[in-house]
Structure formats: structure tokens, C-alpha cells
């Protein structure tokens, strides 16, 4: 199984950009790398999916290089309500799509 | 309904009972996940269903836990006996099944908020 390895928690100030990085050394080639946001008391939403080099929408930008070892979701100018726990997932693709959750990041966001 | 519902949201139930909670996918999704979360914790996978295969429940911590799929739609989850340890949100997902990038995209419910005594 692919394994993923996030900082447990970041601090930032309002207005500031974030940028938390997943290490996944055991990718595999047709693994898609997912990340998710999660409040409290909610379940987890779907941020943003990438499979190599960039990928950007209206909430982030998802930054991997070309070994795809590591990814990093970049967060722009970031508010109070963007205070959550970030997971990366890697997907493990053998005949199924089942996708393994990691430890989460906790970003606080500071006024 | 437009998203993933769970019921009941908050279940209070006495150790060495068994519960049920239940999970509706969003139409049209053929695959569907269970989690749980424990207060504080990152999400542990429970079991799986994709289409009419053969649920994964390679994630399931004990014998107590099972879930069936019925159609390939509505999900129930069972604990029985339940014990002080399995007290947790118990998250469903699903997603519209599928290798091809976006369709493993997982959307989630609020969760059933278990609290055994």
C-alpha cells in the first residue's frame, strides 16, 4: 500500500499562502494523488485531484514533480475558515479504486 | 438527495448492544467506502463495495463489524456487542467508480457520531 507522510500541523496568519507537502515514496504509476479537506464535526471534502506537474481550480493549486514522489497543495491567500485537517491520498490502484487516508495536516489560521 | 446522507447522526447505546447505521450514496455511485474516526484521529478504513463485487473488508477491526450493500445503493453497517472502543464517527463515502481519473473522487456524509457507555 501506498504510504503517505504529512506534517502534522502548520500555523499561518491570514492573507499569507500555504503550502503543505505529502511525501508518497511508494507511488505507483497509475496512482492519482487526492487531497481533502476536513472541519470539524464534517466529513472530509474533495479539494483537488492531480496525477503529475500542475494542476490549479478555484480553491488550489497542486504542485507535483516529476517523479511524483512528493506533492503540494498550495493554498492562496488563506482565511480563518480555511482552518481544517488536509489529507493527501495516494490512490492504490489494483483492481479497485480504493483510496487509503493518511494522518492529516492541521492548519491553523491566525487572524 | 443531493449528497451522501448517514443516520442516525448521533447514536448513544449501551456496551453489549448491537447498532445499525446506515448510509444512502449519492444516486448513480457504484462504489461506496465505511470509516471511522476516533476523536482526534486521521480516517480508518473499514470495508468497500464496488458494484456487485465482492465487498473488501480487509479493513473491518473484529468480527462484530459487518455491512452489507443492498441493490447497490442503501449500506448498513453493523456492530455487534458493542464495546466502549468503538465509540467514533462512522464516516460513509462514495464515489462514482472507476480507474479513470475523477471518478475515485470520494464525497462524504457528516458521519454517525457513536458513543457506547
Known amino acids: 500500500l501506498a504510504k503517505t507522510t504529512q506534517p502534522i500541523s502548520m500555523d499561518s496568519y491570514e492573507g499569507q499562502e500555504v503550502n503543505i507537502t505529502c511525501s508518497h515514496n511508494?507511488?505507483?504509476?497509475?496512482?492519482?494523488i487526492t487531497w481533502y479537506q476536513q472541519f470539524p464535526s464534517q466529513g472530509p471534502r474533495f479539494i483537488i485531484q492531480g496525477y503529475k506537474t500542475k494542476v490549479t481550480n478555484e480553491v488550489a493549486s497542486l504542485f507535483i514533480p516529476a517523479d511524483r514522489k512528493s506533492s503540494t497543495l498550495s493554498l492562496p491567500r488563506v482565511s480563518l475558515s480555511d482552518t481544517a485537517v488536509y489529507y493527501c491520498?495516494?490512490?492504490?490502484?489494483?483492481?479497485?479504486?480504493?483510496?487509503?487516508f493518511g494522518t492529516g495536516t492541521r492548519l491553523q489560521v491566525f487572524p | 438527495g443531493a449528497g451522501v446522507s448517514q443516520s442516525p447522526s448521533n447514536k448513544v447505546t449501551e456496551k453489549g448492544k448491537d447498532v445499525e447505521l446506515r448510509c444512502d450514496p449519492i444516486?448513480?455511485?457504484?462504489?461506496l467506502y465505511w470509516y471511522r474516526q476516533s476523536l482526534g484521529q486521521g480516517l480508518e478504513f473499514l470495508i468497500y463495495f464496488q458494484g456487485n463485487s465482492a465487498p473488501d473488508k480487509s479493513g473491518l477491526p473484529s468480527d462484530r463489524f459487518s455491512a452489507e450493500r443492498t441493490g447497490g445503493s442503501v449500506s448498513t453497517l453493523t456492530i455487534q456487542r458493542t464495546q466502549q472502543e468503538d465509540s467514533a464517527v462512522y464516516l460513509c463515502?462514495?464515489?462514482?467508480?472507476?480507474?479513470?481519473?475523477?471518478?475515485?473522487?470520494?464525497?462524504f456524509g457528516a458521519g454517525t457520531r457513536l458513543s457506547v457507555l
Open positions: 511508494n507511488i505507483a504509476t497509475n496512482d492519482y
Open positions: 491520498l495516494v490512490g492504490v490502484v489494483y483492481n479497485t479504486d480504493k483510496l487509503i
Open positions: 463515502a462514495s464515489s462514482l467508480g472507476g480507474l479513470q481519473m475523477g471518478k475515485n473522487i470520494q464525497y
Open positions: 444516486s448513480g455511485h457504484t462504489a
